[in-house]
């Protein structure tokens, strides 16, 4: 199985951005479509976005379509999530998951492999 680090999240005021990062060692994650969950405290996960292995697709959460967007970087082999005009309710702890290539927009239980998370807070 893949492990997956997820890190850049932290503590930002409504209006902040914060950029996420999903790394992966030993493996090229342009061999899997990536998605990016939360979970906030209480509620179940869900999808938030993601993007297909070679990276021609992206797609968005209703809730944050718009002010957030995915990418690959190639050469540092992450995906990132960058997010702007943050909101309280976007706090929760945001998870990387890959899925299997042919898929463009996986659901958590299509996902295979996890990272542990990483916080993100939105408050004043």
């Known amino acids: 199985q893949v492990q997956f680090v997820e890190s850049g999240g932290g503590l930002v005021q409504p209006g902040g951005s914060l950029r996420l990062s999903c790394a992966a060692s030993?493996?090229?994650?342009?061999?899997?479509?990536i998605g990016w969950f939360r979970q906030a405290p209480g509620k179940e996960r869900e999808f938030v976005s993601s993007?297909?292995?070679?990276?021609?697709?992206?797609y968005y959460a209703d809730s944050v379509a718009g002010r957030f967007t995915i990418s690959r970087n190639n050469a540092r082999n992450t995906v990132d999530l960058q997010m702007n005009s943050l909101k309280p309710e976007d706090t929760a702890v945001y998870y990387c998951a890959s899925a299997p290539s042919r898929l463009s927009r996986p659901l958590d239980y299509q996902c295979h492999s996890w990272g542990q998370g990483t916080q993100v807070t939105v408050s004043s």
């Open positions: 993007i297909t292995a070679s990276g021609g697709g992206t």
């Open positions: 030993g493996v090229t994650l342009n061999d899997y479509a």
